[in-house]
């Protein structure tokens, strides 16, 4: 059997697809618009763990109104690395209710839509007065299931990105930008 070989940060990447000066201008002007359009209330973010740990930490500290925040942790199974399968499982629920609670959904990329489609069913059963999607990326070629998107960082085309929370095998989730991963790195690590 051969080593997998560690990766390389610098050298698995082929192209810097969103630079981490575009990422922060776009969550500053998130942070606006959420803030205006909830003028006057509160709003609980919603985040999935682990990817969207960086935005969520970015795009809370660009929001003016009181925020509470929660966090949940899925995992898709019977997939691949890089494809989801649509098969969805808690491993860390709501740690508080939503009930009568104006939520907005943290996420950082949506691309068949199988796991978000299956959150949204999940968190409209506990009540939220209002419930709203965020997410930094929109993959929307392999889109499968309708999803409407309220607050959208960027779309990007249908490549497999890394960065900024996104991770391949739970690496380069700490590169600060979003980047497209050369392709021999899926086969060697
Ligand atoms: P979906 O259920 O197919 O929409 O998949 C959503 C989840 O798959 C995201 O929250 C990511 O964890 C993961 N994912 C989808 N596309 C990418 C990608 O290009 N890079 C890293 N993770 C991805």
Known sequence: MTALREPDLVNDVAEILISADRIQSKVAELGALVSSDYAGRSVTLVSVLKGSLPFMADLMRAITIPVRI??????????TATESSGLVRI????????????????EDIIDTGLTLNYLVRYLRGKNPTSLRICSLLDKPARRLVEIRIDYLGFTIP???????????????RNLPFIGVLKPEVYTAL
Do not use: A, N, P, T
Request: charged share 25%; hydrophobic share 35%; glycine share 14%.
């Open 70 to 79: 929660d966090l949940m942790e899925v995992s898709s199974y019977g997939g």
């Open 158 to 172: 249908d490549q497999f990105v890394v960065g900024y929370g996104l991770d391949y095998g739970e690496h380069y």
């Open 91 to 106: 491993l860390k629920d709501l740690s508080s209710s939503i009930d009568g609670k104006d939520v907005l959904i943290v």
